[in-house]
């Protein structure tokens, strides 16, 4: 059984009031993976939001048949597959277990709904959101700026 305790350490519902964290819990499953289990793969439907409370998943994209790069981890207290909060989208990368992971997960159907009837959680989960992919984003940019740098043909131009 889920308590609002449990939904309060994630980053992104941390900032629900205690009736909003009350109306997350029917519509939260409990997910179990073992290691190496992929959560989704890149390509399909994005149809439900995740947070990871134990394990540790890698967010891959394959790059050719024989090459991925890995673009992030998540650990426990943050959410990845948000692409399901957008509109007939799909997952942009694979979520890979690197260790055996519990993941609580929000139908994007169902999240949505809530998120629809009562405007103030939809707001705070929005901005939680924003703030998650900002932080994505700068972290890509980071690695993309030092990959630059690093190589070898374009450090000569600097």
Known sequence: MIHTDDLKQFIMLG????DMLKSLI???DILSFNKDEMVFKEGEKADRLFLLHKGKILLEQRVTGTMTVSLSSIKPGFSFGWSAMLDNNLYSSDAICAEPCEVYSFRES?????????????FIISQRLLYVIKKRFDARTDQFIKTIKLHPDISKLL
């Open 15 to 18: 900032y629900l009031s205690e």
């Open 26 to 28: 029917p519509i939260t």
């Open 110 to 122: 169902r999240i949505k709904n809530l998120m629809e009837k009562d405007h103030s959680m939809g």
